[in-house]
C-alpha cells in the first residue's frame, strides 16, 4: 500500500472508527482498524462483533493494499500531528509507515486474514431520517435502559413504527422513557431491540451531523449508511415488554410547574439524599407550592419549595431524585407537568408544550 490523503479527513475517520474497536484477548485483532484501499478511496473498517463500521476517505493511491492497525496506535499518533495538510501511509514488511514533512511513525502490523468482515445489510426494508432527529430520539431514551444484561431486552433501545412516527423506548423496569419522531411518511421498517451499548456507540458517530441517515433493517440487523460511512449492528433477539398497559389513562394529581425551578430543587437534593438517593415529594391541594424535602442521617435535611399549579388529590410519595433529574433534558418546553396516580403508582412526566415525550418513573417503598 502507498497513498497520500488529506490529514484532517484520515484524522476525523480513524477517530470516529477508535471508539467502537474491540477489546477481546483472544482477538487481538479486534483492538484494530482495517485500512483498505478501494478505488481511489480508503476503506477504513473497525468491527467488535456486535457492531461494524465502515467509513470511505478520498485518497490518491499510488498502490493498493490493505493493512490492520492497532486502533489506539494510530489514532494517538495522529492527534499529536502538527497542522501538516496532507499525510502520507506507506506499508513496509510487517509495518504501517505513516508520515508527514514533520512527523514519521511506523506501527507494528496484523494480520488481515483474521479480520472480521463487516456484514452488509440488504435493502429489505428501509428509510431515510434525518440525523439530528435519530440523534433526538435516541439520546431521549437511552439513559433509561438497564445496566445488566440479565434481561438482554432491558439492556436496549427499542424502535418501531407506528404509522408515520418513529418510536424509540427504554426501560430498566423502574423507569421507562418514549419519545415519538414525527416523519414524513409512513415508515415500513422491522421493530427492533439495539443493544444500549450499541446504540451508545452509534451516538459518537452520528452525533454532530447533520444529513440524511438510510436506515436498513432485518430480524438480525440494521444499518445506519451517510456519507461514505456504514454502521450496522446486531438486533437483540427478543420481546419489549408490553409497555403501553402500564401507561396510566387517567390522573389523580396534576402539578405543573417550571422545568429550571425543578432542576434546581433536585440539585438541592443531591447535596441532602442518602445513599439510596430518595427524595420525598409532597401535594397539597389548594396550596401554590409542592414540597420537595431530602434526608441524610449523617448530613441534615432539606425542605424546598416549588411554585407550581395543583389539580386533584392530596399526595406524598418517595421518587430515586436521579431517576427524575435524567429525564428533564428530553424535554423541550419550559414547563413540565407532573401527573400522579397514587402512591404506589409511576409519575408520569411530560413537557406541558410537548407531548412527543413520556416518562414514566416507579416510587421507593419508604
Given at each position: 500500500m502507498k497513498i497520500e490523503c488529506v490529514k484532517e479527513k484520515l484524522h476525523i475517520a480513524i477517530s470516529k472508527a477508535e471508539k467502537i474497536v474491540g477489546k477481546n484477548i483472544n482477538l487481538p485483532v479486534l483492538s484494530c482498524l482495517l485500512l483498505e484501499t478501494k478505488g481511489n478511496n480508503l476503506i477504513i473498517r473497525a468491527n467488535n462483533l456486535d457492531l461494524g463500521l465502515e467509513i470511505s476517505v478520498p485518497v490518491k493511491v499510488e498502490e493498493g493494499g490493505k493493512v490492520a492497525v492497532p486502533a489506539n496506535i494510530i489514532s494517538g499518533f495522529l492527534n499529536n500531528l502538527n497542522d501538516d495538510k496532507n499525510i502520507f501511509l506507506e506499508t513496509t514488511d510487517n509495518l504501517l509507515k505513516i508520515f508527514t514533512t514533520s512527523s514519521e511513525a511506523k506501527i507494528k502490523t496484523f494480520s488481515t486474514e483474521d479480520f472480521p468482515t463487516v456484514p452488509m445489510v440488504d435493502n429489505e426494508k428501509n428509510y431515510k431520517i434525518n440525523s439530528k432527529d435519530l440523534i433526538n430520539g435516541i439520546k431521549s431514551v437511552i439513559y433509561s435502559s438497564s445496566l445488566s444484561s440479565v434481561k438482554p431486552e432491558l439492556s436496549s433501545v427499542y424502535i418501531y413504527t407506528n404509522d408515520d412516527n418513529l418510536v424509540f423506548v427504554a426501560t430498566d423496569s423502574f423507569r421507562l422513557a418514549e419519545k415519538t419522531i414525527k416523519t414524513r411518511k409512513i415508515i415500513d421498517l422491522n421493530n427492533v431491540l439495539i443493544p444500549f451499548k450499541n446504540a451508545s456507540d452509534i451516538l459518537k458517530i452520528i452525533d454532530n451531523?447533520?444529513?440524511?441517515?438510510?436506515?436498513?433493517?432485518?430480524?438480525?440487523?440494521?444499518?445506519?449508511?451517510?456519507?461514505?460511512?456504514?454502521?450496522?449492528?446486531?438486533?437483540?433477539?427478543?420481546?419489549?415488554?408490553?409497555?403501553?398497559?402500564?401507561?396510566?389513562?387517567?390522573?389523580?394529581?396534576?402539578?405543573?410547574?417550571?422545568?429550571?425551578?425543578?432542576?434546581?430543587?433536585?440539585?438541592?437534593?443531591?447535596?441532602?439524599?442518602?445513599?439510596?438517593?430518595?427524595?420525598?415529594?409532597?401535594?397539597?391541594?389548594?396550596?401554590?407550592?409542592?414540597?420537595?424535602?431530602?434526608?441524610?442521617?449523617?448530613?441534615?435535611?432539606?425542605?424546598?419549595?416549588?411554585?407550581?399549579?395543583?389539580?386533584?388529590?392530596?399526595?406524598?410519595?418517595?421518587f430515586n431524585y436521579k431517576y427524575i433529574t435524567d429525564c428533564l433534558n428530553s424535554i423541550t418546553s419550559d414547563s413540565v407537568t407532573l401527573f400522579f396516580n397514587g402512591i404506589n403508582k409511576p409519575l408520569v412526566i411530560k413537557g406541558t408544550s410537548d407531548r412527543t415525550f413520556t416518562y414514566l418513573v416507579m416510587p421507593m417503598n419508604r
Open positions: 451531523i447533520d444529513v440524511d441517515i438510510e436506515i436498513n433493517s432485518t430480524k438480525n440487523q440494521i444499518s445506519f449508511n451517510f456519507n461514505g460511512t456504514y454502521v450496522v449492528s446486531r438486533v437483540i433477539d427478543g420481546t419489549f415488554p408490553d409497555y403501553k398497559q402500564i401507561l396510566p389513562k387517567e390522573e389523580k394529581t396534576k402539578v405543573v410547574l417550571l422545568k429550571q425551578d425543578l432542576i434546581n430543587s433536585l440539585k438541592i437534593s443531591n447535596v441532602f439524599s442518602d445513599n439510596f438517593n430518595q427524595m420525598n415529594i409532597s401535594v397539597k391541594k389548594g396550596e401554590k407550592t409542592i414540597k420537595v424535602k431530602t434526608k441524610n442521617n449523617n448530613i441534615g435535611e432539606n425542605i424546598n419549595k416549588i411554585e407550581a399549579n395543583i389539580e386533584g388529590e392530596d399526595i406524598e410519595v418517595n
